[in-house]
């Protein structure tokens, strides 16, 4: 079946730089897209989301970004704290209707910010 | 605060022993649900209540019963677990809206060890 998956399983960035995190995904109907920060012994923490009829959403400090053409999403971190030192994860939406019933997660991304 | 509660932290039962893991969620959601994130594999969702009726099952064994008595409140009753049934179990809840997509929020989960 179709999936989501992340290019890197680690990450390793000096603090107050950019972090880039980068997801692929691979089932051309997914229309919303999710990522998730997860710090040890926490849930998953929602970070940002971004639509299909969206190629560019920002929040505070984090910026994500989607090409349906090559079904690549990415999670744009600036000015990186060590407090954001986590895994990050993004989901896929496949459903249809107004569900998250069939919301699809990736492995996961190790960032770690060095001081 | 995450808005999800779950309780207790941390479990350890025996295989012939029967507990329950419960999650509360304070965010007015009308959707709730059961994952299961194991070590080094994407999460996996083992129950899904949206109005308080169960939507979907993901032929997760019978050894996992799930109870929603309201929109706030989920449980999941564990009878005759195995070991490979250790794990981290998420609750989450989200607000489903017919045509609109939204996040799930998650609690920080019930760390369960089967002995």
């Known amino acids: 079946g179709e999936s989501v998956g992340l290019h890197l399983p680690t990450l390793s960035v000096q603090e107050g730089d950019n972090s880039i995190i980068n997801c692929a995904y691979s089932?051309?109907?997914?229309?919303?897209f999710i990522w998730y920060k997860q710090e040890s012994g926490k849930g998953p923490q929602f970070i940002i989301d971004?639509?299909?009829?969206?190629d560019k959403r920002q929040g505070q400090r984090v910026t994500v970004l989607l090409n349906k053409t090559v079904k690549h999403l990415s999670l744009q971190i600036a000015a990186t704290q060590p407090g954001d030192s986590a895994v990050y994860f993004c989901?896929?939406?496949?459903?249809?209707?107004?569900?998250?019933?069939?919301?699809?997660f990736g492995k996961g991304t190790l960032l770690t910010v060095n001081p | 605060e995450t808005g999800v509660t779950q309780t207790p932290r941390h479990l350890v039962m025996g295989m012939t022993n029967k507990k329950s893991l419960k999650c509360e969620q304070h965010?007015?959601?009308?959707?709730m649900y059961w994952y299961k994130q194991s070590a080094k594999k994407p999460l996996e969702l083992m129950f899904v209540?949206?109005?308080?009726?169960?939507?979907e099952n993901n032929s997760v064994p019978s050894r996992f019963s799930p109870e929603c008595p309201n929109s706030s409140h989920l449980f999941l009753h564990l009878h005759t677990l195995q070991p490979e049934d250790s794990a981290l179990y998420l609750c989450?809840?989200?607000?489903?809206?017919?045509?609109?997509?939204?996040?799930?929020?998650f609690g920080n989960g019930t760390r369960l060890t089967v002995t």
């Open positions: 989450a809840s989200s607000q489903v809206t017919a045509g609109l997509r939204s996040p799930l929020h």
């Open positions: 089932n051309s109907a997914s229309d919303y």
């Open positions: 971004i639509r299909s009829n969206m």
């Open positions: 989901a896929e939406n496949m459903g249809g209707g107004g569900s998250n019933y069939k919301l699809t």
């Open positions: 965010l007015g959601h009308n959707a």
């Open positions: 209540y949206s109005l308080e009726e169960r939507v």
